[in-house]
């Protein structure tokens, strides 16, 4: 990324606070994640487990379900400021 743009697309990860192009929705909780932290969810022993849970949310016309919550691995890694 050139200096010119450098700053200025560029959005805060709510979980690693890093800066970021690009923020993705978490599967865990509503925080709004950088490709880095979505990796890590997705190799997370309960992601499946988040997805399947969301997808039976929204069957039952739940689309407010904010998800299963920070599993306490990350809840560690990364303390809610
Ligand atoms: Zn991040």
Same mark, same amino acid.
């Given at each position: 990324?050139?200096?010119?743009?450098?700053?200025?697309?560029?959005?805060?990860?709510?979980?690693?606070?890093?800066?970021?192009?690009?923020?993705?929705?978490?599967?865990?909780?509503?925080?709004? $994640?950088?490709? *880095?932290?979505? *990796?890590?969810?997705?190799?997370?022993? $309960?992601?499946?487990? *988040?997805?399947?849970?969301?997808?039976?949310?929204?069957?039952?016309?739940?689309?407010?379900?904010?998800?299963?919550?920070?599993?306490?691995? $990350?809840?560690?890694?990364?303390?809610?400021?």
């Amino acid at each position: 990324m050139s200096e010119v743009n450098k700053g200025y697309y560029m959005s805060v990860c709510h979980r690693c606070q890093d800066e970021t192009p690009t923020l993705r929705s978490s599967w865990f909780n509503t925080q709004m $994640l950088c490709p *880095a932290c979505c *990796a890590e969810e997705a190799v997370h022993p $309960l992601y499946t487990h *988040a997805q399947q849970v969301e997808f039976a949310k929204i069957q039952t016309g739940d689309y407010r379900f904010v998800g299963i919550g920070l599993p306490d691995d $990350l809840q560690r890694k990364y303390p809610f400021k």
